[in-house]
């Protein structure tokens, strides 16, 4: 079951929560799904735009959004220090902005909070991140994952699983590669697992990177 299933979602409830807190009408899910998926869009987009080029980083772990009848809260993840933060004093102000263009929304307001992650390796989608930009770089597949599984042991994890699929290092047929390093139990709901499922476009065409983290049993 565990292969079967995003490991998130198969723990909701136990080590898991959500990262969307809403309640709509049946009728209106699909709208409040999409607005969810701009949100998200134009944080990402807006970081990259207005990044530092020296570090390369977008650094986001994860975005939660609370939605009420007349708020939109906003919780971002972040891991390093980038242009959203500092460097520019008008950066959420100009992001809240941009927002509620992309939703059109005027009866609500929008509230964007930043938390920065104290262990960012510790991330799934920032560890992602870090192996997408050594693959841009030309570096070897084995030693970016094997970097990046070292990252990963200084934040005090008890396991970790990196796979990365598709044509590596150009090669004619597709092909999946990765290793792991400690327990990784993905078939144990009580187990704390993160996960993350990145895509990055190379010029031989589209590599997926999973990562799987174990924390703790509880």
Known sequence: MGQKINPLGFRLGT?????SFWFEKPKNYSVSLQEDEKIRNCIKNYVQKNRRISSGFEGIARIEIKKRIDLIQVIIYIGFPNLLIEGQ????DELQVNIQKKLHSVNRRLNIAITKV???????????EYIALQLKNRVSFRKAMKKAIELAEQTDTKGIQVQIAGRINGKEIARVEWIREGRVPLQTIRAKIDHCSYIIRTIYGV???KIWIFWEEQ
Not at 15 to 19: A, D, E, L, V, Y
Not at 89 to 92: D, E, K, S, T
Not at 118 to 128: C, D, R, S, V
């Open 207 to 209: 590599l997926g990177i």
């Open 15 to 19: 080590t898991q929560h959500h990262r």
């Open 89 to 92: 004093a008008g950066g959420i």
């Open 118 to 128: 104290e262990k960012p390796y510790g991330q799934p989608n920032i560890l992602a």
